[in-house]
């Protein structure tokens, strides 16, 4: 048992200062990623709940952690009393889901993508088309604005990647001339032409093929 405690040990790496926030109102129920905050580069800056898959056998989930995610570092911010924290390097987990509300919120690695950056998961189907999301806050004056691209993900036998930062018609195009689908996706840009094309747009182009 003290082995395992001294390993454990090993991954936790104090940060250098202490938060003292409550957890996120439970009663808030987003069915999307919250607002960003302008002068934080952090997913929540509040504590939620969180289901992890670590590499390590050793690190397991335990009910009574709270977690919240740098999107700028991709670490993950581990704690159980609210006011010390822990940071775990996204190379020690494969994914991570995170809790608020009715809402869940998955960030894991995509090796088809890249084999080290951890990526939001949009859409996800292992016969079908699937999207993901990398966010990354950049510096703007005296705060952050992220900074968001698309990953449509083509399914087997010729799976390929397409990167994307907004849903480009053109580029749409080429890409699904060869996939038999440029039809179903003329037919959603007709049936929603009066659409802001944007990210909700975009998932549902890719919903709309899985059909």
């Known amino acids: 048992m003290k082995k ?24 808030d129920l987003p069915f999307e990623l919250p607002v960003p905050d302008f002068h934080s580069t952090l997913l ?3 504590w939620v709940k969180a289901a992890v898959l670590w590499y390590n056998p050793v690190l397991r989930t335990d ?11 991709q670490r993950l911010l581990v704690t159980t009393d609210k006011k010390t924290e822990f940071l775990f390097d996204k190379r020690e987990f494969q994914s991570v ?3 608020l509300g009715i809402s869940a919120f998955t960030f894991l690695h995509v090796p088809v993508i890249n084999d080290y950056d951890l990526f939001y998961e949009l859409v996800r ?3 079908r088309y699937s999207l993901y999301k990398s966010i990354r ?18 399914p087997f036998p010729q799976v390929r990647v397409l990167k994307l930062s907004a849903p480009d018609k053109w ?12 039809q179903i996706v003329d037919r959603y840009y007709a049936l929603h032409s009066d659409e802001e094309q944007g990210e909700h ?6 919903e709309y093929l899985n059909r």
């Open 137 to 154: 806050p950049k510096v703007w004056r005296d705060g952050y604005l992220d900074w968001n691209e698309y990953y449509i993900i083509f």
């Open 125 to 127: 189907s292992d016969h």
């Open 171 to 182: 580029l749409l195009d080429r890409a699904f001339e060869l996939s038999g689908d440029k």
């Open 97 to 99: 889901t995170f809790h």
């Open 63 to 73: 009910t009574s952690l709270w977690f919240d995610f740098d999107k700028a570092t």
């Open 44 to 46: 929540f800056n509040g």
């Open 201 to 206: 747009f975009l998932k549902g182009l890719i």
């Open 4 to 27: 395992a405690l001294i390993i454990v040990a090993c991954f936790l790496l104090p940060a250098a200062a202490v938060r003292a926030q409550d957890i996120l109102p439970v009663n």
